[in-house]
């Protein structure tokens, strides 16, 4: 069996969206022992972003085709999606919204002929568990409800143009934990971690399940 995990952090340490991920995939390989595991470091190997201007480029150009190099990347990041039986993904908020490494990674496999917008489906019914992590609270009732675009963009990509059935697992408060301004909600930030933590396994152990399936 084969997981695909994407990372986003640019923290290699201290890390709650990495920490979250490897409870997820502790699940699945307790289940596939045996399986794979393919990397994409979005944090310590972001992706170049003239690749996709290229990219993009040839398509509303076709004299001017994208490099080699280009098109090359783009083969080479289908390919680990497309050889994947199950997925994880790993993805702090950063300004409200997902890192630019993620969306250069976004924008770039959108334009994959089998896995963007005018494609086939191929990940379609495949399991996924995404892993969120938030600084503050973005919840109802919160001063910054609504701030949140990572999420629902995540949720739209993943679930509703790749197809994926997809599951997540979060945690809120992140930075309560070394900011003393926020002091007060560190017991809700634990909550948080502890139950992001909780559904992460979860997550992790029903992918492993559907995609043995």
Do not use: C
Request: zero cysteines; glycine letters at 10%.
């Amino acid at each position: 069996m084969h997981l695909f995990r994407l990372d986003a952090s640019i923290r290699t340490e201290g890390s709650v969206s990495r920490a979250l991920a490897d409870t997820a995939e502790q699940a699945w390989l307790a289940e596939h022992p045996g399986g794979v595991v393919t990397r994409r470091d979005l944090g310590i190997q972001p992706l170049p972003g003239d690749a996709w201007t290229a990219l993009a480029g040839a398509v509303v150009n076709p004299s001017a085709p994208a490099p080699a190099e280009a098109r090359d990347l783009l083969d080479r990041l289908g390919q680990e999606l497309l050889d994947a039986d199950a997925f994880l993904f790993a993805v702090p908020m950063y300004n409200w919204n997902v890192p630019a490494q993620v969306k250069t990674w976004l924008d770039l496999i959108l334009n994959h002929p089998q896995l963007g917008v005018h494609g086939d489906w191929p990940l379609r019914g495949k399991p996924a568990v995404l892993v969120l992590s938030r600084g503050g609270g973005y919840g109802p009732g919160t001063p910054k409800e609504g701030w949140d675009h990572a999420t629902p963009y995540l949720r739209t990509i993943l679930a509703d143009v790749f197809g994926l059935d997809l599951h997540i697992a979060e945690a809120e408060l992140t930075h309560a934990f070394w900011n003393p301004e926020m002091a007060s909600l560190r017991g809700l930030a634990e909550e948080s971690l502890k139950t992001g933590h909780e559904h992460a396994a979860e997550h992790g152990l029903r992918a492993a399940k559907l995609s043995a399936a």
